[in-house]
C-alpha cells in the first residue's frame, strides 16, 4: 500500500533551516507530482508547495517563495523540502502529499526562540 513517512521535524530558531524528508513506497514515485502542505492546530490544510514528477517544475506559496526549496530524488523514491530563513510562522506540521486522499503522518517545525 501506498506509504509517505516525513523527518527531518524539529524546533529552529528563527532565521534557521531544517530539511524534510518524505520516503515513498507503495506506489511508481516518478510517476506522480508531489507537495508539501502544513497544518496548524484549528486551522485548515495549507499547500505550501508542489513539484512535476520528472522535478522539471517548481511551486510554492507566496508565503514561502524565496525561502523553502522543495526537490526530489525519484531513484531513492525520496521528496525533499529545503526550508531556510524560517521564521516562527513556519511552525506546523508539515505534511508530504501524494493526492488529496493520500499524505503522510507529518512531522512537527516549530520555529522558536
Known amino acids: 500500500q501506498v506509504q509517505l513517512v516525513e523527518s527531518g521535524g524539529g524546533l529552529a530558531q528563527p532565521g534557521g533551516s531544517l530539511r524534510l524528508s518524505c520516503a515513498a513506497s507503495?506506489?511508481?514515485?516518478?510517476?506522480?507530482?508531489m507537495s508539501w502542505a502544513r497544518q496548524v492546530p484549528g486551522k485548515g490544510l495549507e499547500w505550501v508547495s508542489g513539484?512535476?514528477?520528472?522535478?522539471?517544475?517548481?511551486y510554492y506559496a507566496d508565503s514561502v517563495k524565496g525561502r523553502f526549496t522543495i526537490s526530489r530524488d525519484n531513484a531513492q523514491n525520496t521528496l525533499y523540502l529545503q526550508m531556510d530563513s524560517l521564521k516562527p510562522e513556519d511552525t506546523a506540521l508539515y505534511y508530504c502529499?501524494?493526492?488529496?486522499?493520500?499524505r503522510g503522518q507529518g512531522t512537527q517545525v516549530t520555529v522558536s526562540s
Open positions: 502529499v501524494k493526492d488529496k486522499h493520500t
Open positions: 507503495g506506489f511508481t514515485f516518478s510517476s506522480y507530482a
Open positions: 513539484i512535476f514528477s520528472d522535478g522539471s517544475d517548481t
